[in-house]
């Protein structure tokens, strides 16, 4: 910084200083080339290090290397003329400006134009208040006929002078708070944008869940699985409001197919004892739809169908379906008018769907 500055001009000086009168010792008697070579050096010497040392181009004179750190308008002054025992004040380099920006020990933060332009408009506002006061008393002077005696002048200067000193102090406080304002507001924007686009993400979001769920709602309409888990929860609700249990409809799509087709109190047992639930008759109807093939390989939890319905579909998928079928009615007992019922109900599924 500055002070780094000084103190290598003061040891360079020293140095410098010492080295010449090492100098004029050895040169003693020398012939006059050797005395013009020696010159010569000290002259390059001396080129270097004001170069090294010298004001960064474009700044203000004094201290003003590319590293010293002072704000533009200022110099450091060692207040000892280089003998490197003074008090070090920061200093306006533009003398002009010394009557509004004083000297001072701690490093400035900002230029000495900007701060000398805000002392010089609270001057003023100063001066204005004061000339406004001054009008105010003789307003007041005249107005009672009596004239204002030396004390009470003395009164008011004194008062005029304190007032002015705290319209100093007000103008410097208003100029941070413009600049505190000025970065809230700035601060206020960036959140405002952020939470604008958090906004926006989030109504986006809520569109696509939105489609997907229109989309699986769709799905379980048209498919036979999603028919029957419906069909459960729809069975559900009503046993529920009857007073009759029923949960959430999960463990009901077997009960409510049964009683669509008028065989629940028949055929509740028999499917009970073949061990063919609500898992299994999903199951099935997946096979049916055409989302698994029904191989012991196949997980029992639901898929989207994409690469077995591919596979399973059109008369594959149907046979896929009847056999499938065929496989529950041995293993529950199924004949004659249940099993037909059953049948038309699962494996026409679809077409009902086409043609009502």
């Known amino acids: 910084d500055a002070s780094l500055g000084l103190e290598l001009r003061r040891r360079i000086r020293q140095a410098v200083s010492d080295s010449l009168l090492a100098d004029n010792e050895a040169l003693r008697g020398a012939s006059e080339d050797r005395l013009k070579k020696r010159i010569e050096d000290r002259d390059s010497l001396r080129q270097l290090l004001a170069s090294l040392l010298a004001d960064h181009p474009g700044t203000d004179p004094g201290n003003g290397a590319p590293w010293a750190g002072i704000p533009q308008g200022w110099f450091l002054d060692d207040g000892d003329g280089g003998g490197g025992v003074g008090r070090q004040l920061y200093r306006p380099c533009d003398r002009s400006l010394e009557g509004l920006v004083s000297a001072t020990a701690t490093k400035p933060t900002e230029s000495a134009a900007a701060l000398s332009g805000r002392a010089a408009e609270a001057k003023k ?25 030396p004390a009470v002048s003395e ?43 958090r906004a926006a993400r989030a109504v986006a979001l809520a569109a696509a869940r939105k489609i997907e769920a229109a989309a699986a709602a769709a799905h379980d309409k048209a498919s036979l699985e999603g028919s029957l888990r419906a069909a459960g929860r729809a069975w559900a609700r009503t046993k529920a409001q009857g007073g009759g249990g029923g949960g959430n409809g999960e463990g009901c799509a077997l009960s409510a197919l049964l009683d669509e087709l008028g065989m629940l109190d028949s055929l509740t047992a028999r499917f009970n004892q073949a061990g063919f639930g609500d898992e299994q008759l999903l199951k099935l109807a997946r096979v049916m739809d055409g989302t698994i093939d029904g191989s012991d390989d196949d997980e029992d939890s639901g898929s989207d169908g994409s690469d ?49």
């Open 308 to 356: 077995v319905g591919a596979r399973g579909g059109g008369r594959k998928r149907r046979g896929r379906g009847e056999a499938a079928f065929r496989a529950m009615a041995a293993a529950v007992g199924l004949r004659g008018g249940s099993e037909l019922k059953l049948r038309a109900r699962l494996l026409e599924h679809g077409k009902k769907k086409k043609s009502g």
């Open 125 to 149: 506002a100063a001066v204005k208040f004061r000339t406004e006061h001054e009008a105010k008393l003789n307003v007041a002077e005249t107005a009672l006929g009596t004239a204002v005696g």
């Open 155 to 197: 009164s008011d200067a004194s008062v005029a002078a304190a007032q002015e000193e705290g319209i100093l102090e007000a103008a410097q406080q208003k100029a941070a708070e413009d600049t505190a304002r000025r970065e809230a507001e700035e601060r206020a924007r960036k959140l405002a944008a952020a939470e604008e686009g």
